[in-house]
């Protein structure tokens, strides 16, 4: 199993709270991404990195923010949650082809 | 566009037959084509990764196989356990960006029943 580890794996929160998931690997790598997954839906890329201070937006868009102050750290932050943000998030991080999963955090916004 | 469609969307077997997962895609250029395992509530974890050149891999009681002409993957699973029941997600990667993007499947729910 990879050494990506997202907190918190739950989260329920009210409307209009401000809100940081948070995102970690000890692999090394370089490039990291954040992923949004609803059931039975295919994975959508929201933000990635390729190292540190360097951020894109994905393909679809977010109104999350994201920072890469290191390395190892790709935390991902709401502003202002609204129901419409409920998913579920799912960080990675890649090196070659290959890209390790973190186990996701289930956001509820209510 | 560039799609990866899966098929079927689920999919339900007896612990001990064997299934076949469908994938077929329409991205262009092509680079690579991954397998994915997702339990409920966890990451996906990678299964197999082929390039263009390769058209037969295994991972153990998986076998995964591409057609690049046809653009057209299957994946196998031999002798199904019940902790085989999961989301199966077909991903294929271009290689027109640095990011080697990547287009995800909806995925095939297997269950499999004791």
């Known amino acids: 199993e990879a050494d990506i580890y997202q907190t918190p794996r739950y989260l329920v929160i009210g409307t209009g709270k401000k809100i940081t998931l948070e995102c970690s690997q000890t692999?090394?790598?370089?490039?990291m991404y954040w992923y949004q997954q609803d059931p039975g839906m295919e994975l959508h890329l929201i933000h990635y990195?390729?190292?540190?201070?360097?951020?894109e937006k994905g393909d679809l868009s977010s109104e999350s923010t994201v920072s890469r102050i290191r390395t190892e750290h790709f935390p991902l932050t709401l502003e202002s949650a609204r129901p419409s943000h409920t998913s579920q998030y799912l960080c990675?991080?890649?090196?070659?082809?290959?890209?390790?999963f973190g186990p996701g955090t289930r956001l509820t916004v209510t | 566009k560039n799609q990866v469609e899966q098929s079927p969307q689920s999919l339900i077997i007896l612990e001990g037959k064997n299934c076949t997962l469908q994938?077929?895609?329409?991205?262009?250029?092509?680079?690579?084509l991954r397998w994915y395992k997702q339990d409920t509530g966890r990451g996906p974890v990678s299964l197999t990764i082929?390039?263009?050149?390769?058209n037969t891999k295994s991972n153990g009681r998986y076998t995964a196989t591409l057609d690049a002409d046809t653009k057209q993957s299957s994946l196998h699973i031999t002798a199904s356990q019940l902790s085989d029941s999961a989301s199966y997600i077909c991903?294929?990667?271009?290689?027109?960006?640095?990011?080697?993007?990547?287009?995800f499947g909806r995925g095939t729910q297997l269950t499999v029943w004791p």
């Open positions: 990195s390729y190292g540190v201070n360097s951020t």
């Open positions: 994938c077929n895609y329409t991205v262009s250029p092509f680079s690579n």
């Open positions: 082929m390039t263009f050149s390769e």
């Open positions: 991903v294929v990667s271009d290689r027109g960006s640095t990011l080697g993007r990547l287009y």
């Open positions: 692999m090394g790598h370089d490039k």
């Open positions: 990675a991080s890649s090196e070659d082809y290959e890209q390790y």
